[in-house]
C-alpha cells in the first residue's frame, strides 16, 4: 500500500474509533444527555466526526432513543 493510502487509512480508522466511543457515551453509559455530550467533547476534541453526532443529537427536537 502506498504512503498515502496508509495516511488515508490510519485517519479512517481514528474517525471510526472516535465514532464508536462517541456511541457508546452518549448511548450506553447510562449519562443523563448533556453529560453524554460533555464527556464526547471532553475525551475527543479533535474528532469532528463526534462533534457532528452530538451536534445533530442536540438539534433534535423530538430527542433519541437509547437501548434499554
Known sequence: VAL???RTL???????????RAFR?????????REAFAAVR???PDS?????MVAFLEKS???FARRR
Open 10 to 20: 490510519a485517519r479512517l480508522d481514528r474517525a471510526i474509533d472516535a465514532v464508536e
Open 48 to 52: 469532528a466526526e463526534a462533534e457532528r
Open 4 to 6: 498515502g493510502h496508509e
Open 42 to 44: 471532553a475525551e475527543l
Open 61 to 63: 427536537e423530538r430527542g
Open 25 to 33: 457515551l452518549i448511548l450506553r453509559e447510562g449519562l443523563h444527555s
